[in-house]
Nanobody, 117 residues
Framework: VQLQASGGGLVQAGGSLRLSCAAS????????MGWFRQAPGKEREFVSS????????YYADSVKGRFTISRDGTKNTSYLIMNSLKPEDTAVYYC???????????WGQGTLVTVSS
């Protein structure tokens, strides 16, 4: 599967952004979808994921209550709505897809989110 992430940009603290991850090449519903991020000088970290059915969602503690993940099977797209953004949310955000369990074998190219204080 090929993944194309988009929606990043520059936003002030307290603002919102919606990231999109468009998937192509294989059956979208076969994949668990996830979002990860990597801040400058730091390792990549898990942000959120959504089950194949969309019925279960998972969040890192740092974004719980502010970010919402969803998926649209008609558009083969996963979304990450980010509210109440903080400067520490600044990072390159990557979407990923897992065909087996939570083994994320497929990755998008990343989209940069910059939150100014």
């Amino acid at each position: 599967v090929q993944l194309q992430a988009s929606g990043g940009g520059l936003v002030q603290a307290g603002g919102s952004l919606r990231l999109s991850c468009a998937a192509s090449g294989r059956t979208f519903s076969s994949f668990m979808m996830g979002w990860f991020r990597q801040a400058p000088g730091k390792e990549r970290e898990f942000v959120s994921s959504i089950s194949r059915s969309g019925g279960q969602t998972y969040y890192a503690d740092s974004v719980k209550g502010r970010f919402t993940i969803s998926r649209d099977g008609t558009k083969n797209t996963s979304y990450l709505i980010m509210n109440s953004l903080k400067p520490e949310d600044t990072a390159v955000y990557y979407c990923a897809a897992a065909y087996w369990g939570t083994n994320y074998d497929y990755w998008g190219q990343g989209t940069l989110v910059t939150v100014s204080s």
